[in-house]
């Protein structure tokens, strides 16, 4: 692996950090109109370039941030893909050693849903499923998520979602972790929850399904660590080390500018190597020994 380039903020597993929430974006993904209010906050390249991004990008922008592996998600919308799981897969052959696949699947499909997801785990070897329920303008305990839940328990996957207000151009009201997703772990107790994005403005309603549920979890991404709601930073010191999980939203948020402030968090090194690894270790089962 290279080395961090200069600059790179230091941690204490500085070079072993996984990332929870990466995506490789096609042309296809970033031409969304729905990104447009994302273009506005942050102008950057890799939302606004029509043009491939060599997937080398990527691969800097961890070695910048001291990131080892990028679970590294596809996207499927109700007009079909916008980064589908072979070209996720894609990428992940190009670099086995720094990137671990994250499923999605046509939600309106379930029977075709299911057997896309036994595919990408069977055999493309992907870790999770990531459905964007602000994406379908359904709620995750919608009756279409169900079969797909059952699914990630037979094949021990975690099923990751975004929770709080939604930042591109769709209703957020999917977002909201109370009743929605407390129907989902009530309903479905061996099922392993990412909630994604950490809740805002619902991150109590959040933190309070995590305290809840032994299978509900956080993760930071799309947050800079000195954005943090007080509350979140609270728990990760507390009772909730080993219920959150460090996520960029690589490359909208790359991994080195949410750790930029880093050491505000004032984390001892234990709970340090739980939020930005260990505990993505034992939700993914990432055997990166």
């Known amino acids: 692996m290279r080395e961090g380039m200069p600059g790179a903020p230091r941690t204490p597993v500085h070079g072993r950090i996984i990332d929870a929430w990466m995506q490789h974006p096609t042309p296809r993904l970033r031409s969304e109109p729905i990104f447009e209010s994302l273009r506005r906050w942050v102008p950057s390249t890799a939302l606004v370039a029509s043009e491939s991004v060599p997937v080398a990008a990527t ?3 961890m070695d910048a941030a001291g990131v080892r592996l990028g679970l590294i998600c ?3 919308g109700p007009r079909g893909p916008l980064i589908d799981n072979d ?6 052959r190009e670099y086995p050693d720094r990137l671990v696949g994250i499923a999605s699947v046509d939600l309106a499909r379930p ?3 299911i057997r896309e997801l036994r595919r990408a785990v069977r055999e493309l070897g992907f870790r999770g499923l990531r459905i964007l329920p602000w994406l379908w303008n ?5 009756r279409r998520y169900y079969p797909l839940y059952s699914e990630c328990v037979e094949l021990d996957i975690p099923f990751c979602l975004q929770v709080g207000h939604t930042g591109p151009l769709a209703p957020s009201e999917p977002g909201r972790p109370i009743p929605y997703l407390d129907h989902v772990a009530l309903e479905f107790p061996d099922l392993r929850i990412v909630g ?3 809740g805002f403005p619902w991150t109590a309603e959040m933190i309070s399904l995590a305290t809840k549920y032994p299978n509900v979890y956080i993760d930071t991404s799309a ?3 000195r954005r943090y709601p007080k509350e979140l930073v609270d728990y990760l010191r507390g009772h909730g080390r080993r219920k959150v999980l460090f996520g960029s939203n690589h490359p909208a948020w790359p991994a080195k500018d949410c750790l930029e402030d880093f050491e505000t968090l004032n984390l001892d090194e234990a709970t ?3 939020f930005l690894r260990e505990n993505a270790v034992r939700v993914f089962g990432i055997d990166d020994a």
């Open 59 to 61: 691969i800097d922008a």
């Open 74 to 76: 596809a996207w499927w």
């Open 87 to 92: 070209e996720v897969a894609a990428l992940v």
């Open 111 to 113: 029977r075709e849903a």
């Open 138 to 142: 359904l709620p995750p305990d919608d």
């Open 196 to 198: 994604g994005h950490i």
């Open 223 to 225: 947050y800079k660590t």
């Open 272 to 274: 340090a190597a739980l």
